[in-house]
Nanobody, 122 residues
Framework: QVQLVESGGGLVQAGGSLRLSCAAS????????MGWFRQAPGKEREFVATISWSGGSTYYADSVKGRFTISRDNVKNTVYLQMYSLKPEDTAVYYC???????????????WGQGTQVTVSS
C-alpha cells in the first residue's frame, strides 16, 4: 500500500497561483500513474489531472486545461500540481491519488491522500 501526504494548499486571490505537492511512500512510486482530484462543498469528487509513471503522458480535465500542470519527480517520490490563474470555482479540497497501473484513466485510482484545502477568493 502507498501512503500519500499532500501539502501546499491555502488561501489565494483570484488570478493567483499555488503549487500542491504530494509525497508518496510505501510501494514503488516510479512504476505507477498518479493523479489529482478535487471535491468542492456539496459536490462529488472530480478528476483534475493524471500523469503516467514516467511523466511522459499527462491528461487534464477541461476545466483546468491550460491553467494547471501536473508533474512528478521519481527521485523524490513526489507529484506536483502547479495551478495558475486560479478562479473561485477552483475552491475545493484537493486529493492526491495513486494508481496500480503505469498509465491510468480517471477510475483507476485506489490510494488516496487526506487532502489539502485550496480556497480562491474573488
Amino acid at each position: 500500500q502507498v501512503q500519500l501526504v499532500e501539502s501546499g494548499g491555502g488561501l489565494v486571490q483570484a488570478g493567483g497561483s499555488l503549487r500542491l505537492s504530494c509525497a508518496a511512500s510505501g510501494r514503488t512510486f516510479s512504476s505507477n500513474a498518479m493523479g489529482w482530484f478535487r471535491q468542492a462543498p456539496g459536490k462529488e469528487r472530480e478528476f483534475v489531472a493524471t500523469i503516467s509513471w514516467s511523466g511522459g503522458s499527462t491528461y487534464y480535465a477541461d476545466s483546468v486545461k491550460g491553467r494547471f500542470t501536473i508533474s512528478r519527480d521519481n527521485v523524490k517520490n513526489t507529484v506536483y500540481l502547479q495551478m495558475y490563474s486560479l478562479k473561485p470555482e477552483d475552491t475545493a479540497v484537493y486529493y492526491c491519488a495513486a494508481s496500480h497501473l503505469p498509465v491510468a484513466g480517471k477510475s483507476d485510482f485506489g490510494s488516496w491522500g487526506q487532502g489539502t484545502q485550496v480556497t480562491v477568493s474573488s
